[in-house]
């Protein structure tokens, strides 16, 4: 939720003025104030625009009335959420540099592999001056970090905490078994037989009579698949392969008509993860999920102290 938010909060940058002069006075009405600030129609028409535009083919007036409703409080919603957080900002004197904006805009540009001429066009088309993108960009960051001081900074994630999440989780670090595999499949199942005979009397090996005879998988490669889940496997190749060691090869079985040969080239059993290898994991979703939670009673609690009159 956290990242989505800021993903979200970037993406508006990039893309749509909050405030725009081409507003006239019959979209301009008030729709809401937040402390003493409003919000116009008009920039919540343009907010929920710009919503829809993340997903795919989708226009306001395409969904059902109960759902226009949904998606423009949800927007609206977040729209003073944003106002709350440059509101933190100014309370707590966040600010940010010119520098810091022109180094971001050089990584917008790095990223979409855009020059100076051609940044600009696109700031043109979607209405921007390059002062209204910066500004934007201002806004922006200067919630990022209100976030980072507020919430983030203040969200930690104990040892004990970790270990515990471990031991009621074990299921879920569970290494499964593992066979590294090499197959040749021909056409019928007696040729398969008579190849496997072969084998065994030393005319080829495995990979060469893989590349010289296999019309499966991977026969250029000797009919090497690599590390294959032992979950993934047909149940016919796993009767084939479930009493066989490594390197040795298995009897010829029948699939859809034609003939198949597997050899185990090496098996890893499963095992139990061991807590070492997966704490730092562990520890990035526990912070997230920690994360989240702090955001909303953040902005909750913002909420509750603020003088939101809503007239939508």
């Known amino acids: 939720m956290f990242k989505k938010i800021i993903f979200f909060i970037t993406v508006l940058c990039f893309l749509i003025p909050l405030k725009s002069a081409q507003a006239g006075t019959a979209v301009n009405r008030i729709v809401a104030h937040v402390n003493g600030e409003a919000i116009t129609l008009f920039d919540l028409q343009k907010r929920v625009e710009m919503f829809l535009g993340l997903f795919e083919d989708i226009e306001l007036d395409d969904l059902p009335p109960d759902q226009q409703k949904e998606t423009k409080r949800h927007v609206l919603d977040q729209m003073i959420n944003d106002i709350l957080m440059r509101q933190e900002a100014e309370r707590y004197q966040i600010q940010v540099s010119d520098r810091d904006i022109q180094e971001h805009i050089q990584r917008v540009q790095q ?19 390059q002062d209204d993108y910066k500004r934007q960009i201002r806004d922006s960051m200067i919630t990022q970090r209100v976030l980072g001081i507020m919430v983030r900074r203040k969200t930690v994630v104990t040892q004990d905490e970790i270990k515990e999440y471990f031991k009621a989780n074990q299921e879920n670090f569970q290494e499964e078994k593992k066979i ?78 034609g003939g198949v040969l597997l050899m185990a080239r090496d098996i890893q059993s499963e ?10 994991d562990i520890r990035n979703k526990l912070f997230d999920d920690k994360l989240d939670q702090r955001f909303e009673e953040y902005i909750q609690g913002l909420r509750d102290r603020a003088v939101i009159e809503v007239r939508y």
């Open 111 to 129: 990223d979409n592999n855009m020059d100076q001429e051609e940044f600009e066009k696109h700031l043109r088309m979607q209405g921007l001056t």
């Open 180 to 257: 590294h595999l090499q197959v040749i499949a021909v056409p019928d199942y007696d040729e398969a037989v008579r190849l496997l005979d072969r084998i065994q009397n030393g005319e080829y090996d495995f990979d060469s009579a893989a590349q010289k005879y296999s019309q499966g998988p991977a026969a250029r490669d000797g009919g090497d698949l690599g590390l294959v889940r032992w979950d993934r496997l047909a149940p016919e190749w796993k009767e084939a392969l479930k009493n066989l060691k490594p390197g040795e090869i298995s009897e010829p079985f029948s699939v859809s008509g």
């Open 271 to 280: 095992r139990q993860i061991p807590l070492e290898e997966v704490k730092d």
